[in-house]
């Protein structure tokens, strides 16, 4: 039954890593320009803030969900805002290629400025509570072994979304 938790947690990981929104293209992008390592690292921060906002989801589902329910609309409000502001000054940027980082990331940089950003969106801790219910995870759960192997099967399954888009990526990079 403990196993069942940890594939479960994988799914989930892997799903909210999935799509590419602002952090995937951050990562891609160092990826790209400083390296697998690099890349892989920053994939690796955005995974660790999921396993926080997954242990966040797990720990009060209920609790969170009236939270956020609350202040949801002044939530998407404000990162509605900030989206299109993002949106617009990449859309006016140059290309990656025109304008080299001043001085790269190193590894532990990438990590934890990947990291802070994706802690920066606290909305996710709904797409997670959704995801837990979407494959039947949708209960405080009983033990907390229970809790550990799901959140740590969201980190996997984030990381290994993380490690196969660091091996694509260099394979198939431009030069």
Known sequence: MNFLFFAQGILVG????????????????????????????????????????ASTALIGISV????????????????SFLLT??????????????????????VTQSFFSTFFLTLANPLIILSFIF?????????????LSELILTSSGVFVGSMIWWIILGILTTIFRPT
């Open 131 to 143: 995801m837990f219910t979407a494959v039947g995870i949708d209960h405080e759960l009983d033990e």
């Open 85 to 106: 502001f993002l949106g617009i000054v990449i859309f006016f940027s140059k290309p990656p290629h025109a304008f080299p980082s001043k001085r790269p990331h190193s």
């Open 14 to 53: 892997a799903a909210i890593s999935f799509p590419i929104g602002p952090i995937g293209i951050l990562c891609l992008r160092r990826l790209l320009l400083q390296g697998p390592l690099v890349g892989i690292a920053a994939g690796l921060g955005a995974a660790t803030a999921d396993l926080l906002f």
């Open 64 to 79: 969170i969900t009236n939270y956020v329910m609350r202040v949801a609309f002044f939530m998407r409000l404000m990162s």
